[in-house]
């Protein structure tokens, strides 16, 4: 009886610091959405008083009243979706190719992937600029997503995933004469829902965020993703001057991503509890 309530308690108290640690995380999320409400010539006095009025609509209708706003986001939707969906495709036959079938350099070719990881995307903006301008894809379409179907994670995350997947079932399913194609899109593509999903909410994710990349290859103003539109419409002194205006401009460009995490959030948490359970019990 006593270990119960101890144990109770214990449960208790690190729920309670859970709770504690939550609420230290999300203050700053509360403070940039407050001061989005807010009147820019108030924030430009004091910016501590943020649950107090006076409140204001007025940052949200400077950005809908943003003559090519509207486009920005469609630019956005097509491009992180675009993305997601030649990411998702791309890393799944790939972390299959890896994991279940044996060719010539195999170990190296898996290798020289995971030594992406460590290439930072900046390092290479200049070459990959000068190449796809050489090509005619600057303002386009084609330009904003296609370095982005290079994903080192996406096809490791897969292969991890494919290998932690029982051979027999593709085994029982290739005893029926099924063939390796139908047997990885009958059987392996729906167990490994939960990795694409997870895969899929973090390519959108680092889509819809991308700065850098527009801002080299989209110069004309009808191609500018939601990020790069929204900075080019601040002044020299929005942090100073135009600071709710700033802080609106953060939760518009967040709002889709929010939404994507919390309908696919399930998947995100099946796919890390499925890996941790075939871990341990390969182990």
């Not at 208790?12 to 010539?41: D, G, H, Q, T």
């Not at 967040?254 to 390969?282: D, N, W």
């Amino acid at each position: 009886m006593s270990v119960a309530i101890r144990r109770s308690g214990f449960d208790r108290a690190v729920l309670a610091l859970l709770c504690i640690l939550a609420f230290a995380w999300m203050l700053p999320l509360l403070w940039v959405l407050a001061l989005s409400f807010k009147p820019n010539e108030f924030l430009m006095s004091r910016t501590d008083a943020f649950l107090a009025p006076p409140y204001t609509l007025a940052n949200y209708l400077n950005i809908l009243q943003t003559s090519q706003v509207f486009r920005w986001v469609l630019n956005s939707v097509v491009v992180a979706m675009g993305q997601t969906v030649g990411v998702v495709v791309l890393s799944s036959l790939a972390g299959y190719g890896f994991a279940r079938t044996e060719f010539p350099g195999r170990r190296l070719v898996f290798a020289l992937v995971i030594f992406g990881l460590a290439i930072p995307s900046q390092s290479i903006f200049i070459p990959l600029h000068r190449m796809f301008s050489h090509w005619g894809l600057q303002n386009t379409y084609a330009g904003l997503m296609l370095p982005g179907l290079a994903a080192p994670f996406g096809v490791y995350l897969m292969t991890q995933y494919f290998r932690a997947i029982p051979a027999e079932l593709e085994e029982a399913a290739m005893l029926d004469n099924a063939s390796r194609l139908k047997t990885f899109l009958r059987v392996i593509l729906p167990l490994s829902l939960p990795a694409q999903a997870t895969l899929a909410i973090f390519t959108f994710l680092a889509a819809w965020n991308d700065y850098l990349w527009p801002l080299v290859i989209a110069t004309k103003p009808e191609m500018y993703t939601l990020t790069r539109g929204l900075a080019s419409t601040q002044t020299n002194f929005a942090q100073s001057e135009g600071l709710g205006f700033l802080m609106s401009q953060a939760v518009f460009a967040g709002l889709p991503v929010l939404t994507v995490y919390v309908f696919f959030q399930k998947y995100l948490v099946s796919a890390v509890a499925g890996t941790g359970r075939r871990t341990e019990a390969k182990a």
